[in-house]
């Protein structure tokens, strides 16, 4: 017989002296022995591992499944653990000898997932999901729910727009479908679908310095609330939400009380962070030397400005959270509060929110009757910096950082600037102190949100329940900015404020039956039969003033501005969806499983003519394993074959699209006895028949399961088309305005996805876990059509911003090409005369629009995670990393900044000094600022201590743990971050479609380290 004791010697000095503090050094030892069987045949089970419970000591069994263990008294508790068989826990009771039989676990495919209006197991699930689990989120400063799924499941590409705390998030499930409406998921929260739309208010576009960066709507949530997250992503998962299932959807579910006695738990961290491969610009030594070099004359000072290092800063982060509860059979409870406070890496940037949760479930009528309640209520406090990402004269902070002087210090030396009557240095009128833009200009907003749903399930027979569902969505948003009299953006108009207020609300009515019942022995039957209504509302207020006599009431006092200059705007704006949906769920001897929804929504936003759409899907799935060729197999312990079918919908187009519109312009206006009357005019045209975007999907996959659990996954391979796009394209006279909404072309997108889970090693007190999911994803335009029914159409996004820069843009929408397609001069190198060349396609000996082509894709062709955790003794390591390959960034900040021509008034990147151009060229859009996006990243990493408390009555968890998050990059990429998308749109396009994969004059993203404890009482 194989023992292996782990004695408390060798620990650490000071953990075993923690321990003895904690009583672990006191008891009266005995020795217990017993035999693990099979409880499915009796059989001994040679290697399992019995462990005294809390301790570091714990023995194999032998061949004959036999043990041997000295526990610490009579009370103490064993633990019996083997792959494949329930994990067991026994009390000793004083005996010395135990036998055990341990059962047969549920493979991984039983695993219980979260679908639309119920729960399934995933062994009997016919679309395709993923459910990432408390146990598999990422860990680090998480800001929101979807950093803790990133990179977790294959298929879903996360990409943060920037290093900005709380900053917007975007989510593609298996590619991009659409062009101009929402390519983002549906969320849905405890069975409330939420409204994805900003809660923070817009800037001002017509007032310069202001951030136009919007934050992620999901930061009202807590992460240490969520238990799990189910991603639903084929159509047989998501057409029960019909219209908003077309881009997947996304299922939140929160932690709910659990019966026992109560309890007390905190987790808490505090992290510093540090900005990571910041650009080499020229320093004032240096400048000055260009300026010799090429032989230009500037203004210069004695100054050796780093203007990169003068504002970023080492940020920290703080998170605490405290939940409490406890249950009995008929009713329990969790109440949670957190606090949550991160620094950005940028002066002046911040994200403060709080957090109160509340979670109680109540039985009655003899446990017939369930009714469950869960409220959220958050607060977020967030500064921004204004670094607008756009080039214009004068341009926003990191524009600033790129150009301003470096022979210049942060201060006027003379102790007032005379362009401002501040203290900052300032050069000119086009460009601007980046340490005053950050430390002058207040921009804040304050956001807070109600989210409440109050469900009851009435169990009418044993077979049949009623079900409804009340959800309750507010949101007000609050945004003030204030541009002191002094500082380089509002000096000329005296000062300038910006208060602004958007309220959005929801409300949710659902009822459903539900059925579920066996005919027979074999036929398993299940119904779901329901409606749903929910109305959305959105309104919205803004006011400027300008030319204040003093800075100091900043917002709070408007009246003493004296010139409004831009007039005040409002709106209200209401949406209202109406639902019937159904589903039918069959099982024949729990082999053949077969699926069929159907979902008809009733809009307001699509025309007349077609307010209702129909989305039916069917799913049929094989559980190979449960055939007698396979059932007793002792390898291959779960085999599912699915295959799916089905249509979805997108109806994220915004409101009145399908309606006539009248608008205020000011060209309009008339004067009427002295009194200026506004005029009115058409703005938008009608189109009756507007509908929505509609996505046929089709889903073959494999979930398979080896030696019971040891080693398990899932392959899938999928195919969509998205038809009806809507586009808003030129209007035929006769016409109320210049466009219209229309239905118009089809995107296209096939892949493939695996993802491969081993238990690698399983040993008494070692145990080596590996995950690794990778997606495959083609995207291509198949038709794009304009109002003179051109199949093709091109449609040109992303503006190119930068001085001489103007009205160029960096991608094209057409057929055979993705979305986020570069299209430009292919360039070929520096000529003899330092000019620059380009292929000329045409062969007519000039470069001009006709020799520009497709130079690049934003769409990554690969996208893959790998994850590996550890345990041993009290120990738990744990490391995360994530990549893309095949993807291309524009790196709009180097085509500005790495130019000579800025020279001898602004600054430049260094690496502009090896490129072989002259200073006279200038930036021309080309594939040379088209790069290789691909990378590697260590996402994050932990490395954790559980103590013993089995002696301590009071505590029944402690944990410390320290992390890392984003630890290395490993890219070609010259930027900041290739994991990057500025919110550029074409202004002069009528669709105000934004671009994808460019990078200009981004927030940094930070290296992070944090330490953390949780603790339970």
């Known amino acids: 017989m194989m023992s292996t004791q782990l004695p408390v010697k060798g620990l650490p000095k000071f953990l075993l002296l923690f321990w003895l503090m904690l009583g672990g050094g006191l008891y009266a030892q005995q020795t217990v022995t017993g035999r693990i069987s099979a409880s499915r045949d009796g059989a001994p089970l040679s290697g399992a591992t019995v462990q005294v419970k809390g301790t570091t000591s714990g023995v194999f069994t032998d061949e004959n499944g036999l043990y041997e263990i000295t526990v610490p008294g009579p009370d103490a508790v064993l633990i019996i653990s083997y792959v494949g068989f329930e994990r ?54 998480i800001a929101s729910p979807e950093q803790l799924f990133q990179g977790r499941a294959p298929g879903v590409v996360v990409t943060t727009a920037n290093g900005e705390p709380g900053g917007a ?42 951030n136009q960066g919007q934050q992620n709507p999901l930061n009202f949530l807590n992460p240490n609330d969520i238990e799990t997250i189910d991603i639903l992503k084929d159509a047989s998962a998501t057409a029960i939400y019909g219209s908003r299932g077309a881009n997947g959807v996304i299922i939140i579910t929160t932690k709910s009380g659990a019966v026992g006695k109560p309890t007390v738990s905190y987790d808490g961290y505090a992290a510093v962070a540090n900005a990571t491969n910041l650009i080499e610009l020229l320093d004032g030594n240096e400048f000055r030397q260009a300026l010799d070099t090429y032989n230009l004359t500037g203004v210069t000072q004695d100054a050796n400005t780093d203007w990169q290092d003068e504002i970023l800063q080492t940020a920290w982060t703080q998170s605490h959270s405290v939940s409490f509860g406890a249950g009995a059979s008929n009713r329990n409870y969790r109440a949670s509060i957190s606090y949550f406070n991160q620094d950005g890496i940028v002066l002046n940037s911040n994200l403060e929110r709080a957090t109160g949760r509340l979670n109680v479930r109540h039985t009655a009528v003899d446990d017939r009757l369930d009714l469950n309640l869960n409220l959220t209520g958050a607060y977020t406090d967030s500064r921004t910096p204004p670094y607008q990402q756009t080039g214009g004269f004068t341009g926003g902070l990191f524009n600033n950082v790129f150009k301003f002087n470096p022979t210049f210090p942060v201060l006027d030396p003379s102790g007032v600037n005379p362009i401002t009557g501040s203290e900052y240095t300032e050069i000119s009128n086009d460009s601007r102190n980046p340490v005053a833009l950050a430390e002058q200009i207040d921009d804040r907003s304050f956001d807070s949100r109600l989210l409440a749903n109050f469900s009851a399930d009435l169990e009418i027979f044993e077979s049949l329940h009623l079900k409804t569902n009340l959800g309750l969505n507010y949101s007000t948003g609050n945004r003030d900015i204030y541009q002191p009299s002094n500082s380089s953006v509002a000096n000329t108009v005296n000062g300038l404020a910006f ?8 409300k949710l009515i659902e009822v459903f039956l539900d059925y579920d019942n066996y005919w027979g022995e074999k036929s398993h039957f299940k119904f779901l039969a329901g409606y749903s209504y929910q109305d959305f509302t959105n309104k919205n207020f803004t006011v400027t003033r300008r030319d204040f006599t003093t800075d100091f009431f900043q917002t709070n006092n408007l009246e003493a501005g004296a010139d409004g200059s831009v007039n005040p705007t409002s709106l209200k704006e209401t949406n209202t969806l109406v639902s019937v949906f159904g589903r039918i769920n069959y099982d024949w001897a729990n082999k053949y499983f077969l699926t069929a929804t ?6 307001s936003r699509f025309g007349e003519n077609n307010k209702w759409g129909y989305f039916p899907s069917a799913a049929f799935m094989w559980k190979m394993s449960e055939e007698p060729f396979l059932e007793d197999s002792e390898v291959l312990t779960g085999l599912n074959l699915r295959v799916g079918w089905g249509i979805t919908g997108n109806q994220e187009i915004g409101n009145y699209n399908s309606l006539p519109l009248l608008g205020v312009q000011n060209i309009t206006t008339a004067i009427l006895g002295g009194i200026v009357i506004p005029g009115f005019t058409g703005v938008d045209n009608p189109n009756p028949d507007l509908q929505w975007e509609e996505t046929q999907q089709f889903n073959a996959g494999i979930d398979y399961d080896l030696w019971s659990g040891r080693l398990y996954g899932s392959m899938d391979f999928y195919t969509k088309t998205t038809s009806e796009l809507l586009l808003r394209v030129q209007a035929l006279p006769p016409r109320y305005a210049t466009t219209i909404l229309r239905n118009v072309g089809e995107v296209y997108n096939i892949g493939y996805e695996m993802s491969i889970n081993a238990v690698a090693i399983s040993r008494p007190n070692f145990q080596w876990t590996i995950g690794f999911n990778f997606n495959y994803n083609h995207n291509e335009v198949l038709s794009i059509t304009t109002a003179s029914e051109d199949d093709n159409a091109q449609i040109f996004i992303g503006n190119i911003s930068g001085a001489g820069l103007s009205d160029q843009f960096a991608q094209v929408i057409q057929k055979g090409d993705p ?41 990554p062709d690969w996208t893959y995670g790998l994850n590996l955790q550890f345990n041993f ?11 893309v390959l ?30 072989g151009l002259k200073p006279s060229e200038a930036p021309t859009y080309s594939s040379f600022w088209v790069e290789d996006a691909s990378f590697l990243r260590m996402d994050n990493a932990s490395i954790g201590y559980n103590f013993d408390v089995n002696n301590i009555s009071w505590i029944s968890r402690l944990r410390l743990y320290v992390g890392g998050q984003n630890l290395f990059l490993i890219t070609d990429y010259t930027g900041y971050d290739p994991e990057v998308n500025t919110d550029n749109v074409n202004q002069t396009n009528p669709n105000d479609i934004p671009g994808l994969g460019i990078d200009y004059t981004n927030y940094p993203r930070a290296r992070t380290f944090l330490f953390g404890a949780g603790l339970t009482f």
């Not at 003899?832 to 497709?854: A, H, K, M, P």
């Open 88 to 141: 067991t826990e026994v009390q000793v009771n004083g005996r010395t000898n135990i036998d055990l039989s341990l059962n047969v676990t549920e493979s991984t495919l039983d695993e219980v997932v979260v679908v639309g209006y119920g729960t399934v197991k995933k062994s009997d699930a016919t679309g395709a999901m993923n459910s990432v689990t408390e146990k598999d989120f990422n860990v680090g400063a």
């Open 169 to 210: 998030v975007n989510v593609r499930i298996r590619g991009g479908t659409s062009i101009s409406a929402s390519n983002e998921p549906l969320y849905v929260i405890d069975g409330v679908p939420l409204d994805n739309g900003r809660t923070n208010t817009e800037g001002p576009a017509e007032v310069d310095g202001v």
């Open 499 to 506: 208060k602004s207020n958007q309220t959005r609300g929801s």
């Open 598 to 603: 159907f979902r008809a929504d009733g809009s």
């Open 819 to 859: 979305l986020g397609a570069f299209y430009g001069l292919v360039y070929t190198g520096p000529a003899e005369d330092s000019t620059q060349t380009f292929e000329d396609l045409d062969g007519n000996g000039i470069i001009d629009d006709n020799d520009r082509t497709v130079i690049g894709s934003a769409q």
């Open 873 to 883: 003794w009290n120990f738990d390591v744990s490391a995360f990393f994530r990549g």
């Open 886 to 915: 095949g993807a291309d960034v524009f790196n709009n900040t180097a085509l500005e900044a790495r130019s000579l021509s800025r020279l001898p008034s602004q600054n430049i990147i260094k690496e502009a000094l090896n490129d």
